[in-house]
C-alpha cells in the first residue's frame, strides 16, 4: 500500500500538464504498435497520418521531460515504447514522415544524454544506418548527426552491445555507404555541411571499431579526396579532417599509409598547431601527431619530413599559455597536456632531441613544474645547494599543474637517457640542475610516502613511477654532465639516510620470500626497484647495498621472477599514459619499451649490474674484494652456476631486449660476450671445414689461417675492399659465368697489420653500460645476398620453373627462378646439403641445386639459412581483409617448405612452419578448407590435423552446403571425427 502511494505520488509530481501529454502519447502509440507472441512489440502501421501524429505526441512528451523526472517509471515505460515506434517509422518511404522522426529521434537522444544507454537503443541504429544511402541528402545528414550521438556514447556500452553495433554497420554497408559519398563530395553533388556530417560520423565509427579501418586507408581514391583538402583547409575543414586522420592513425599500418605521401597532410597538421589556430584546432593536430608517433618507425617517418616545425609547434604550446599575470589559465590546461603528450616523441632516440635542447626546453619544463622558476633565471649561480633546494621545494608546494607533472618528468627522463656524451646544457644557458633538483627532491619525497601508503592505493603509487624512472634515467645517463649533477643533487638531498634503502631491500627480500604473485604489490614493486637502482648509482650506497646481501637478495628475485613468469608493462603502472583509444588500436608495430613486459626483471639485473660492476672494483672497495665476486666467478661454485644460468636463460630466451641486454653485460664479467646464436654456433662449427675456405689470414707473425671470404665480407667488409675484385659480368651462359667466377677464386691471401691487437675487442666488449634501447644484435648474414655477395656465390640453388613468372636476373641469364648463394652457408645448416657436398657424387660438384619448391618458398628458406629467421606472413589488417585465395597464395609456401624440411632434415624450419600456419588458419577459418587439400597433397598430415581442428565448428554449415564433397573422404572423416570431439568437449563444458 505504501508503494502505491509512493507512486502515485510521483506520477503527480510530473504536472497535470505532463500527464496529459503522456496520455496523448500512449493514445497515439497504441494505434500503430503490437505485440507479438504475448513478448515482442512492434509497429505496424503504414498510415501517414497515425505515424505523424504519433511522431508529434512523441515531439510534445519529449519537451516535458527533465533531469529530474527521467527517472520515473511511466517515463521510462514510455521511452521503451517511443524506441518501438520510431524504430518502425524510421523504416517509411515518405520523406517528410522520415525528416520528422529523424528529428524526434535527435531530440530524443539530445534529451536522454547518457541515460540512453539504459534503453535499448539499438532499435534505432539498424533503420539510421540503413537510410544513410538514401537518396536525399538532407535525411542523409540527419541520420548521420542522430547516429553518431548515439554511437558516440559507446565508449560506456558493454562489450556486447558494441558486438551487435559493430554487426549492424557490417550488415548495412554503413561504411562503404560514407565513403561513397565523401567521394561524391569532389564532384560537387554534396554540400560541404553533408561531408562534415559524414566524415565526423566515419571518425566515430574508425574510433571504435577497428575493421572498418582498413577499407577506408586502403582507399586511394579517398586519400586522394581526403589529401587536396588538406592542401588549403579552413577551419571548418581541418576540424573534421583531423579526428579523421587521427581514427585512421589508430591503425599502425595505416598510419604508415598515410605518411607514404603525407607531405600535405603533415603541413597541415603542422600549420593547425600553430598559435594563430583556436585551441580545438591546436589539439586535434596534436593528437594526430601522437598517433603517427605511437610506433618508433612512424615517428621517425614523420620527423624526417618535418622535424622542426613539429618540435617548435610544441615548445611554442608550452610556453604560450600563460596570461598577462604569468599565470596559467585553467582552459589552457588540456592544451598543455596533448602538447607534452606529444612531447613524448623524446621516447625515441633522433635528432629532434637537438631541436628539443635547442629551443630550450629546460626552462619551459622549469616553468611549467615551478610557480617560481622566474626566481633562477637570475640568481640560480649565486645560490649556495641549500638555498637552492629550499627555494626548489617553496615553488613546487605552491604549482598547481599537478596534472603535468607526470608528462614533466618523462620528458625529462626521455631527454636525459638519450643524450649524447659529451653534450653540455650550460652552452645554451641551461637551467638543467634546478630541474634535477626538483626531481631528486620529489623523488625522495615519494620513496617516503610509499613506505606509508597501503598497498592496495595503486593510483596513489602510480603516481610515484614517472618521477621514480626520471631520476633513474639521469643518474644513468650517457651524459656526464647531467649523470654527475643527478648524482650530487641525490646523494645530498637523501644526506645518508639508510632507512629507505632498507625499506627498498627488505621488500625485495620479502617478495622472494613469499613466492605469492601479487598484481598490486608488483606494481610497488617496480617502483621500489628504480628507487633502487638509483641508490646502486651512488658511490656511497654501493658499498651498504652489497653488505646489506643485496647480490644474494637479486639473486633470488631474479630467480622467482623466472620461476613465477611475472609480466608488467609500463601501460600498467603509468597511469598517465593511458588513453580512451588504447584499447582499441590495432595493426601497432615496434612500439614496445625496452623493458617490455619484464620490468620486474628489468630492474632487477640493472642493479645486479651495477653490484657487480663495483665490488669487482678492489680500487673502490677494497674492503668488499674478500672473495664476493671472486666467489662468484668461480664456475665450480652453487652461486655462480646459478647466475650464470640464470643470465644465459635470459639471454637467449623470449625476453624483452633491455633484460637480454643487461644480462649479456653481467655475463661479460664471467668472459662471455654476446647473444647466443644458433647459426653464429653453425658457423662457429663450420669454421674448421678447410675444404670450403677460399681465403688466407696471414697474421704479423707468420702464422696463417684459413677462412671464408663470404663470412669475412659480411662480418668485416674493411678486411675485403670490394674495389678490388673484377665484378661478375652478365653473360648468356650461365654456367660459364659460373667457371669465370670459379676461375677467379682461387685462394687468396690477406696480411694483418701488426698493429692489430687481439684484446681489442675484449676492451671494447667491457666497460660501458648497453645504449637505452639498443636493439638485439644478431648473427645475420642476409648482406650476403646481395650484389656484393654474388662474387663470393659458388653455388645456384634453382626453384621450380612456373608458366606466369617471368624471371631475370642481374648476375645471369638463367630465366629460372634461382638464388646464388655460398656452399658455407649451406654446409653449416642443413645436413642433406652438407652431405650432398661431402659425398663426392655428381651432384656434389654441380654448379646448380634444384630445389624441388616454388620461388616463395626458395626464398623464405634461403633467408632462414642466412639468419635462422623465417620471414612472416602478412599479418593484422592486411591479412584480415584478404580473399581466401590471396591468404591461401600467402600460406602455400610454408607447407611446401614442411614437406621440404621432412627430406633436409630441418626440424626449426619444420616447426616455424607449422606454428605459422597454425597461427593462420585459427584467425581464418574458412581458409582451413582451401589449406587442407594442399597439406594432404604434400602428405602433411600435421597441418592437415590442424585444419580439420579449425574447420570442425563449420562441419554441419559445410556439410549441408555440400561443399565438404569436394575433399577426399579421408579428410571429410578427420574433419567429422574432429567436430565430435568439439562437441562432446563442448557438452562437457556445459554440464559442469
Known amino acids: 500500500m505504501k508503494s502505491s502511494k509512493q507512486g502515485a505520488k510521483k506520477n503527480r509530481s510530473l504536472g497535470d500538464h505532463a500527464l496529459t501529454l503522456h496520455q496523448r502519447l500512449y493514445q497515439a502509440l497504441n494505434l500503430g504498435i503490437k505485440s507479438y507472441n504475448n513478448r515482442e512489440r512492434k509497429w505496424h502501421c ?54 520528422m522522426a529523424i528529428n524526434v529521434t535527435m531530440k530524443l537522444v539530445d534529451v536522454l544524454g547518457n541515460s ?29 548527426i542522430a547516429l553518431n550521438q548515439i554511437l558516440s556514447k559507446l565508449s560506456l556500452w558493454r562489450i556486447k552491445r558494441q558486438e551487435e553495433v559493430c554487426t549492424i554497420l557490417r550488415e548495412t554497408n554503413t561504411v562503404e555507404h560514407i565513403v561513397r559519398g565523401l567521394l561524391d563530395f569532389t564532384t560537387g553533388t554534396r554540400s560541404f555541411e553533408y561531408f562534415q556530417e559524414m566524415a565526423s560520423l566515419l571518425t566515430t565509427i574508425l574510433w571504435r571499431w577497428p575493421p572498418f579501418r582498413y577499407p577506408v586507408w586502403s582507399n586511394g581514391k579517398l586519400l586522394q579526396v581526403l589529401g587536396a583538402l588538406c592542401v588549403k583547409p579552413d577551419s571548418s575543414a581541418a576540424v573534421v579532417l583531423l579526428p579523421l586522420y587521427s581514427a585512421l592513425a589508430l591503425c599502425g599500418t595505416g598510419a604508415m599509409k598515410l605518411l607514404e605521401n603525407g607531405e600535405a597532410l603533415l603541413l597541415m597538421m603542422v600549420h593547425c598547431m600553430g598559435c594563430s589556430q583556436p585551441d580545438s584546432i591546436r589539439m586535434e593536430a596534436f593528437k594526430l601527431a601522437q598517433g603517427f608517433a605511437r610506433s618508433q618507425q612512424g615517428c621517425l617517418k614523420m620527423m624526417s619530413l618535418c622535424c622542426e616545425p613539429i618540435v617548435q609547434a610544441i615548445i611554442s604550446a608550452m610556453s604560450g599559455c600563460k596570461s598577462s599575470s604569468g599565470k596559467i589559465a585553467t582552459h589552457k590546461v588540456p592544451l598543455l597536456v596533448e602538447a607534452c603528450r606529444l612531447a613524448l616523441i623524446t621516447r625515441w632516440a633522433g635528432v629532434h632531441h637537438i ?36 627555494t626548489v621545494q617553496e615553488g613546487l608546494n605552491s604549482s598547481h599543474l599537478l596534472v603535468l607533472r607526470p608528462y614533466i618528468w618523462d620528458i625529462l627522463g626521455w631527454l636525459a637517457i638519450h643524450c649524447q656524451e659529451a653534450f653540455n646544457p650550460d652552452t645554451h644557458g641551461c637551467s638543467l640542475n634546478v630541474l634535477i633538483s626538483c626531481a631528486c627532491l620529489v623523488f625522495v619525497d615519494a620513496i617516503h610516502s610509499m613506505r606509508q601508503v597501503a598497498q592496495s592505493d595503486i593510483s596513489y603509487i602510480s603516481t610515484h613511477e614517472p618521477i621514480s624512472r626520471a631520476v633513474f634515467m639521469m643518474i644513468y645517463s650517457p651524459c656526464q654532465y647531467i649523470a654527475t649533477h643527478a648524482k650530487d643533487i641525490l646523494s645530498e638531498v637523501l644526506m645518508s639516510e639508510k632507512v629507505n634503502l632498507e625499506y627498498l631491500l627488505g621488500t625485495l627480500k620479502s617478495t622472494s620470500d613469499d613466492n605469492k604473485y601479487r598484481a598490486f604489490g608488483n606494481i610497488q614493486i617496480a617502483l621500489n626497484l628504480m628507487g633502487l637502482a638509483c641508490y646502486s648509482g651512488l658511490s656511497k650506497y654501493q658499498s651498504v647495498i652489497i653488505k646489506s646481501g643485496g647480490i644474494k637478495i637479486l639473486l633470488t628475485f631474479i630467480r622467482w621472477c623466472l620461476k613465477n613468469d611475472v609480466s608488467m608493462r609500463r ?50 672497495y677494497p674492503e668488499l674484494t674478500s672473495g664476493l665476486v671472486d666467489h662468484l666467478l668461480e664456475l665450480e661454485s652453487s652461486e655462480g652456476q646459478i647466475l650464470i644460468s640464470m643470465l644465459q636463460q635470459i639471454c637467449g630466451g623470449t625476453f624483452s631486449a633491455g633484460p637480454r641486454w643487461y644480462a649479456t653485460y653481467i655475463l661479460s664479467y664471467f668472459g662471455c660476450y654476446g647473444f647466443p646464436s644458433k647459426l653464429g654456433k653453425r658457423i662457429g662449427e663450420a669454421h674448421n671445414n678447410n675444404e670450403l675456405a677460399d681465403l688466407k689470414l696471414i697474421l704479423a707473425n707468420g702464422e696463417s689461417v684459413r677462412v671464408h671470404d663470404v663470412i669475412l665480407m659480411v662480418r668485416c667488409p674493411s678486411l675485403l675492399p670490394m674495389g678490388e675484385f673484377p665484378q661478375n659480368e652478365k653473360t ?33 666488449l667491457s666497460g660501458k653500460r648497453p645504449k637505452w634501447d639498443s636493439a638485439i644484435a644478431c648473427c645475420d648474414f642476409t648482406p650476403a645476398l646481395g650484389p656484393a655477395g654474388c662474387y663470393f656465390s659458388d653455388v645456384i640453388l634453382e626453384a621450380k620453373a612456373t608458366e606466369v613468372m617471368h624471371w631475370t636476373c642481374s648476375v645471369c641469364s638463367q630465366s629460372v627462378p634461382h638464388m646464388h648463394v655460398h656452399k658455407i652457408i649451406l654446409w653449416a645448416s642443413c645436413d642433406y646439403l652438407r652431405a650432398l657436398f661431402q659425398s663426392g657424387m655428381q651432384d656434389s660438384y654441380s654448379q646448380t641445386i634444384r630445389v624441388p619448391v616454388g620461388w616463395e618458398a626458395l626464398w623464405k628458406l634461403v633467408r632462414w639459412f642466412y639468419s635462422d629467421g623465417l620471414p612472416k606472413p602478412i599479418t593484422g589488417c592486411l591479412w584480415d581483409n584478404m580473399d581466401l585465395e590471396p591468404q591461401l ?4 609456401p610454408y607447407i611446401e617448405l614442411c614437406w621440404l624440411a621432412e627430406f633436409w632434415f630441418l626440424e626449426d624450419v619444420q616447426e616455424n612452419c607449422l606454428s605459422i600456419v597454425a597461427s593462420c588458419l585459427e584467425s581464418s577459418r574458412h581458409l582451413s578448407f582451401k589449406v587442407i587439400s594442399v597439406a594432404a597433397r604434400f602428405s602433411q598430415w600435421k597441418i592437415v590435423e590442424i585444419a580439420a581442428n579449425c574447420m570442425a565448428p563449420l562441419f554441419p554449415q559445410l556439410r549441408d552446403s555440400g561443399e565438404l564433397e569436394a575433399l577426399d573422404e579421408e579428410l571429410v572423416d578427420m574433419v567429422r571425427a574432429a567436430y565430435v570431439r568439439c562437441s562432446q568437449v563442448g557438452a562437457s563444458d556445459h554440464s559442469e
Open 116 to 144: 540512453i544507454l539504459q534503453y535499448y537503443v539499438l532499435k534505432l541504429v539498424h533503420p539510421l544506418s540503413s537510410l544513410l544511402s538514401f537518396h536525399d541528402s538532407h535525411v542523409e545528414v540527419s541520420c548521420s
Open 889 to 892: 597464395h600467402e600460406l602455400q
Open 571 to 620: 601501460l600498467s603502472i603509468a597511469r598517465h599514459l593511458h588513453h580512451t583509444s588504447t584499447e582499441t588500436i590495432c595493426c601497432c608495430v615496434d612500439n614496445e619499451d625496452w623493458e617490455g613486459e619484464d620490468i620486474l626483471l628489468f630492474f632487477s639485473l640493472w642493479v645486479l649490474a651495477e653490484l657487480v660492476q663495483s665490488s669487482k672494483s678492489a680500487e673502490n
Open 355 to 390: 631541436f628539443f635542447w635547442k629551443l630550450g626546453v629546460h626552462q619551459i619544463l622549469l616553468d611549467l613544474l615551478l610557480s617560481n622558476s622566474y626566481k633562477f633565471k637570475t640568481s640560480q649561480h649565486f645560490m649556495s645547494l641549500k638555498d637552492l633546494l629550499a
Open 732 to 764: 648468356c651462359d650461365g654456367f660459364a659465368a659460373r667457371q669465370n667466377i670459379e676461375k677467379s677464386k682461387e685462394i687468396r691471401e690477406v696480411r694483418l697489420s701488426a698493429h692489430v691487437d687481439h684484446q681489442a675487442l675484449s676492451h671494447m
Open 46 to 99: 503504414t498510415d501517414v497520418e497515425i505515424q505523424r501524429l504519433a511522431l508529434r505526441s512523441i515531439s510534445a512528451f519529449l519537451d516535458c521531460i527533465s533531469p529530474e523526472t527521467s527517472e520515473h517509471s511511466i517515463v521510462k515505460d514510455s521511452i521503451n515504447d517511443m524506441l518501438v515506434a520510431l524504430e518502425g517509422i524510421l523504416q517509411s518511404k515518405n520523406e517528410a514522415i522520415l525528416r
